[in-house]
């Protein structure tokens, strides 16, 4: 395989701007959710792209992934459980309309 | 017996604890009807944990060597990346007499709580918690490594918050086992960076390891190097793990939680004060001797000498103006710890242990036999609602009168003998500090007598109505019902205070042999002796004569009588208030606290809103002027427009705290970005 | 080999582009699992067996399903009417700065000279030596994570739980 | 034939290679399957003192072509309010997990298409997948029993996952591998190749049973089919398929079955180990004989349980998966452990015995639901 590793890091780069935008645009609650497990998705192929071309005989960047898949995965269930409380209580998972702590 | 033996000893250890843990968490799954079984499971674990801890104690007193034996077992926990955490188990004189005395001590109490508490319906939760406490107190007492030995440490302050509040319906409880807890943790603070700074120094948390690298054994080294505030870094580290100790140990300024935690159930009380949580900073201090030793000189010792010196006669005076009969033994474990800190900081190893020993017996004695006192008086503590116990109660005075002459400091009583070295280590060290405890040594027989005139002499007057003195803090759980006549108790809570009150008897004839077996030379100075006995005879003479003078000639009538001290006005006041310092903390501390967070909220107020409202003010202010200056009809709605624009711009600002989430985290990449910038550009 | 980095890149970026464009919240999801499959075989293209598996069995088969759960639970079941406005209100701030920092990521990776390095050895690492790290060397990080997802399942139902129990 | 192999260049020994398993499981298995439902509609009926189908030819044998014929050429019903693509794409994509397991299932001694060293891990991967087909039917056909269907379906399937991935941990111990063909390869040898199954061992055996009761209830078979109870919720997510995609869910349920049992199978019963099978020609044949024996058996223990035994209702369906299969499959990763490390034999198998059972008795004491209210009747009494 000899695609170079910049292509890798580009693509991550993109996801991640993609991620971002969905993040910082959208209204709804769950997809800003979701905007943020694209981002983190991209952190993680980036770690997985650089044990695949630097440190190929390592283990600490699987490792490292591992976690970081553990720990999107509790976040975006305290995420989503956030979102289904604020649902309860707004009627609503429009961001905008969540203002109580406004100054 | 031999090296070898010893060192497979040392390796086993790790059983003693493991019988009370093993039989805690079994229990934690019992239903909450298994009362028998629960609690049989708990003394039978306790049982085989004395007998270990007995074994180890008697292979180490056949060693016969001069010199200390001191065995060790080092292993590996876990590995962090590159470093490695170490565990490690200790077999010593100091460990082996301290885990026989626990499980010994512990033993007996556990088999006066099944009587204790046989009325309560969470019975099994508290033998489960009772059973992590004697464990977590052994384990504390076996480990060879400051990080085992800050995990039990801090695994006995839990239990220790579990156990106060058990009662945690009532509000005094709850509040006691917050403020144990908070307390201890101030002091577990310092511990803790002591523990760190140790680390950050030698590299090792193992204190004695086979090849002398080991925390403690590199004290000597560490005596030369620079800590902080002038100190060398072992005097530093020691101070650091005093502070701990003396929120583990309820010295001075940290002692407030210990008689608030009166609130448990009493063997709980028996338990705290006796064998495991205020003996965990007094032992820990003496684990850590070497490092208080290291640099002579330093102002360390002094420290904790004058410490011990202040907590000790503090605590015996308010101990005098006292109506509580747990409150006034509460008090007293306070002022014998700081005998035994001073003890310690006096520079004599052996006294303070010793006297850590010997008191726990006859502390758990006593408390034990209040216990029995309250369970035959149908849950009554107030000492003005009882007297002439002695004659529906022989068996526990009996043996409350020997634990009240050990805890006197009577003759041939444990009690005198610890005391004694105690008070003889500081007369060679400070005749101030020597003086002072001497006092406390005369109160502290003053305050028992008077405890004992109070409950055992005279009358019953557990008729009489209830005063409403503030002071009856009743264990309103159960059979809440007062005024019957007191009884005696069962065999199984008075069977553990009669066996305690032969070992209040008899420790004390081995007080020479301990240090011997601690493997300290000396003691034998006759430097001072004969002052020293003399007036510590003396004194106990007096408080004794005094305290009969007072309570025992005429003995109280009534329970609204006034106590005879009361004469006194204001200073009894003042100590039956506890010299005011929870009251003191209360003005200072908490008060501080609440200043701050109203400042804090002024602040926002004020200022953070005061400036967006004048800056609106201020606009408003300027179109009222030129409202009222110029002509309204011409330019009337130019200013409007511009007081409008102005208060937009307070408007807008005040967006800026949007409470959108998205416009933080917008906020926060258009700053990512610019970095980004900043990265690319340079 | 290059052909299957194209496709599967073009999978993921698609994805990810729909899953934040779409209009119906079920549609996006959809397309966020489309992601997650092409991320996954960017795994196995690298050869991390595991962690494409891992991805797999996380993403798509927890994380996807519980935004699937947490659509319907905020939604009126069957009746799907979009958003009114799909865009947030400072949606130009969000696009910008998402520009930004693709342009700079973009620009740093040209700068850096990451173009040309070529892939490294064969040899694969085998799932047992990654078991044999987590519980050796990543013992602690890996008994953290237990208690984190322990504290986080216990979070998540007290959070949902919340109003029930107030209602009681 | 082998110098003819031999002398090919390697890019057609490279597509041969990758097509000849294609070819096979997408040939044979849907095969299987259409049998599958013969065997079955003729076994029901059996059990329920009936003939079956018996029109198409001899014995009904060409029933399944029939009822392919027919599926095909029903009109296609697309509800008008439907999400018309997510209906689409539903059915297609419930077919296309449930194959992609076979690619590491081996059906005989060294024949699997991938011999991935995550292969039990793939497995579950790509099965958890196949709940998002039933969800995406079920949501798209904008019914309400639909819906209500495929929750019903994501939540049984979620629940089951769990036990069943602990239950394959514990052989995954054993072995000290994720490759299926290495978890096969543990258990040849023996007497006749029999005696090494691992269903033939305390955890073995529990971990086989959990393992199928977690397989089942993840391919909604009766008696865990809630998500399509016809009584309560018509046919669940698939209430508004009719004509080829009502038959691709069917086809993917079906493949999904047979593949968990292939895997089963691997996983207990010594995969393609049997007495004669090993190496060369004719030992592989009878390997694969082995394997297609025991998978018929596992898909008839299938049907019988699905003739005989009545439904269960949601609550014993997510009571049973998390009170009694979990903690018992965790037990059973426990029991692995005693049986590892204790080295005599006799004592591991007493051992591990006695701590299975005496778990599992704890446990169905505990599970046990008594405070259930009687069920009344109110127009039958």
Redesign the interface.
């Known amino acids: ?11 991550s ?16 609650a ?6 943020i ?2 981002m983190f ?1 991209a952190g ?2 980036n770690l ?2 650089f ?7 390592s ?1 600490t960047a ?2 490292f ?3 970081a ?10 995420g ?6 604020v ?3 707004y009627k609503s ?4 309309e ?6 | 017996m031999d090296h070898a033996a010893l060192q497979h000893l040392a390796q086993q250890q790790w059983w003693i604890p493991l019988f009370p843990l093993v039989a805690a968490a079994i229990q934690s799954l019992l239903p909450r009807g298994q009362r028998k079984l629960s609690a049989g499971l708990c003394i039978v674990a306790m049982g085989v944990s004395c007998v270990l801890a007995l074994r180890a104690l008697l292979a180490t007193l056949g060693t016969g060597h001069h010199e200390v034996e001191r065995v060790f077992f080092n292993f590996t926990w876990f590995h962090f990346g590159t470093t490695q955490l170490d565990m490690g188990l200790i077999l010593d004189p100091l460990t082996a007499a301290m885990a026989a005395m626990v499980s010994f001590v512990g033993f007996w109490i556990f088999v006066n709580a099944t009587g204790y508490m046989a009325d309560d319906d969470n019975f099994t939760r508290f033998f489960c918690f009772l059973s992590l406490f004697a464990a977590s107190m052994l384990g504390l007492v076996i480990s060879n490594n400051l990080l085992l030995l800050f995990m039990c440490w801090e695994l006995v302050g839990l239990c220790s918050y579990l156990l106060i509040g058990f009662w945690y319906f009532k509000p005094a409880a709850a509040a006691a086992m917050k403020k144990a807890f908070i307390t201890t943790r101030i002091g577990d603070v310092g511990f803790f960076l002591g523990i760190l700074m140790l680390y950050y120094k030698t590299g090792t948390l193992n204190m004695y390891t086979a090849d002398g690298n080991g925390a403690l054994q590199q004290a000597g080294a560490l005596a030369h190097v620079a800590g902080w505030w002038g100190l060398s870094a072992a005097s530093t580290i020691a101070f650091l793990l005093f502070i701990g100790a003396m929120g583990k140990s309820a010295q001075f300024p940290l002692h407030v939680w210990l008689p608030d935690a009166m609130e448990g159930p009493t063997p709980v009380s028996a338990l705290i004060h006796a064998a495991t949580m205020v003996a965990a900073g007094v032992f820990m201090v003496g684990r850590m001797y070497p490092l208080f030793t290291a640099e002579p000189g330093s102002w360390v010792m002094d420290f904790v000498m004058w410490i011990g010196c202040f907590t000790a006669v503090f605590s015996a005076t308010i101990a005098v103006a006292q109506f509580d009969i747990k409150r006034v033994l509460a008090y007293s474990t306070c002022s014998q710890l700081g005998f035994m800190v001073m003890g310690l900081g006096a520079g004599s190893l052996v006294a303070g242990q010793f006297h850590l020993l010997t008191h726990a017996f006859f502390k758990a004695l006593l408390f034990l036999g209040s216990g029995c006192v309250i369970i035959g008086t149908h849950h009554e503590q107030d000492m003005r609602k009882m007297g002439g116990l002695k004659k529906y109660m022989p068996i526990t005075f009996w043996c409350y009168l020997i634990g009240m002459l050990a805890l006197s400091g009577v003759p041939p009583f444990a009690g005198f003998f610890s005391k004694d070295e105690i008070l003889l280590e500081t007369f060679r060290r400070s005749k101030a500090a020597w003086g002072l405890a001497t006092f406390a040594a005369f109160l502290t027989a003053f305050y028992m007598t008077r405890q004992m005139f109070m409950v055992f002499a005279g009358k019953w007057r557990g008729g009489d109505q209830d005063h409403g003195d503030g002071h009856d803090k009743h264990d309103d759980h159960g059979h809440g019902h007062h005024g019957g006549e007191p009884h005696e108790v069962p065999w199984n809570m008075w069977l553990p205070i009669a066996v305690l009150s032969v070992f209040a008897i008899g420790l004390g004839f081995f007080s020479h042999n301990y240090g011997l077996y601690l493997g300290v030379e000396g003691g034998e100075a006759a430097e001072g002796k004969a002052i020293v006995m003399g007036a510590s005879l003396t004194v106990v003479a007096l408080g004794l004569l005094f305290g009969w003078l007072i309570y025992g000639r005429k003995t109280m009538e009534h329970a609204t009588d006034e106590d005879p001290l009361a004469a006194m006005g204001a200073l009894f006041t003042f100590l039956n208030r506890k010299w005011y310092i929870d009251e003191f903390y209360e003005a200072t501390v908490f008060r501080f606290t609440a200043v701050c967070a109203v400042f804090f909220r002024l602040f926002d107020k004020l200022v953070v809103d005061g400036i967006l409202h004048a800056i609106a003010w201020v606009a408003w202010a300027i179109s009222q002027m030129f409202r009222w200056l110029g002509d309204e009809f011409f330019i009337n709605g130019g200013f409007d427009s511009g007081c409008e624009t102005v208060r937009l711009g307070g408007k807008t600002l005040a967006t800026l705290q949007s409470g959108r989430v998205q416009n933080y985290f917008r906020v926060l990449s258009l700053g990512a970005a610019i970095l980004l910038l900043i990265y690319f550009f340079t | 080999m290059e052909l299957i980095f194209w496709i599967l890149s073009a999978i993921t970026v698609l994805g990810a582009i729909l899953a934040i464009t779409l209009r119906n919240l079920i549609h996006c999801v959809l397309s966020l699992i489309l992601f997650f499959l092409g991320i996954a075989g960017h795994y196995f293209l690298l050869r991390a067996d595991f962690i494409a598996a891992v991805q797999i069995l996380i993403y798509i088969g927890a994380v996807a399903v519980l935004m699937l759960f947490a659509i319907m639970l905020t939604r009126h079941v069957t009746g799907d009417e979009g958003p009114r406005e799909v865009l947030g209100g400072k949606w130009w701030a969000g696009m910008g700065t998402a520009v930004i920092i693709a342009g700079l990521l973009w620009a740093i990776i040209r700068k850096d000279s990451l173009a040309q390095t070529l892939p490294a050895g064969t040899a694969a690492t085998s799932v047992a030596e990654i078991g044999k790290a987590l519980v050796a060397n990543w013992v602690v990080p890996f008994e953290a994570m237990a208690v984190l997802l322990t504290a986080a399942l216990i979070g998540a139902v007290v959070i949902a739980l919340e109003e029930v129990i107030r209602k009681r | 034939m082998r110098s003819w192999f031999a002398n090919a260049p390697d890019s057609i020994l490279l597509w041969v290679s990758i097509a000849v398993p294609i070819l096979f499981i997408v040939s044979v298995f849907p095969g299987i399957f259409a049998y599958t439902t013969l065997v079955e509609r003729k076994a029901l009926g059996r059990i329920q003192n009936r003939l079956g189908p018996n029109r198409v030819g001899r014995w009904g044998i060409l029933q399944p072509i029939a009822d392919g014929l027919k599926l095909l050429t029903k009109e296609d019903i697309v509800p008008r309010r439907a999400d018309a693509f997510v209906h689409f794409l539903a059915p297609v994509l419930a077919v296309i997990p449930s194959v992609l397991l076979f690619a590491v299932v081996p059906i005989g001694l060294g024949l699997v298409p991938v011999d991935l060293n995550i292969g039990i891990l793939f497995a579950f991967a790509i099965s958890t997948a196949s709940v998002l087909a039933l969800f995406m039917g079920g949501w798209a056909s904008r019914n309400k029993f639909s819906l209500l269907g495929a929750m019903r379906a994501v939540a049984q399937v979620v629940s089951y996952e769990v036990p069943m991935v602990l239950s394959a941990v514990a052989v995954v111990m054993a072995v000290g591998s994720l490759s299926t063909l290495a978890i096969a390869k543990a258990q040849s040898g023996g007497f006749l190749n029999v005696t090494r199954w691992f269903v033939f061992r305390p955890w073995g055996l529990v971990g086989f049973v959990l393992f199928t009761i977690g397989a089942m209830a993840e391919s909604a078979r009766t008696p865990f089919d809630i998500p399509e109870a016809e009584s309560e919720i018509i046919a669940g997510y698939h209430t508004e398929y009719s004509g080829f995609k009502f038959a691709l869910f069917q086809l993917g349920e079906y493949l999904a079955s047979i593949a968990m049992a292939g895997i089963t199978v691997t996983m207990f019963l010594g995969g393609y180990n049997g007495p004669g099978s090993g190496p060369g020609i004719f030992g592989g044949l009878i390997s694969m004989f082995w394997f297609f024996l025991k998978l018929a058996c596992m898909i008839v223990l299938n049907i019988w349980i699905r003739g005989t035994w009545p439904r269960v209702r949601v609550d014993q369906l997510m009571g049973f998966a998390w009170k009694l299969l979990l903690p018992m499959a965790i037990v059973n990763i426990i029991g692995v452990g005693f049986w590892h490390y204790i080295t005599i034999r006799p004592l591991a198998w007493v051992v591990t015995t006695l701590w299975l059972v005496i778990w599992f008795m704890v446990l169905t004491k505990l599970a046990a639901t008594e405070n259930v209210a009687p069920r009344t009747y109110r127009y039958a009494s």
Request: aromatic residues 10%; positive net charge.
């Open positions: 395989m000899n695609i170079p590793l910049d292509h890798y890091l580009m693509l780069a993109f996801l991640f701007a993609i991620g971002l935008c969905g993040a910082l645009a959208r209204k709804n769950i997809i800003v959710l979701m905007g497990e694209i998705n993680i192929l997985i792209v044990w695949h071309y630097r440190y190929f005989a283990v699987q490792m992934a591992i976690f898949i553990s720990i999107a995965a509790a976040e975006s269930a305290i989503l459980a956030l979102v289904i409380a649902y309860r209580h998972v429009t961001l905008d969540m203002t109580s702590l406004k100054g």
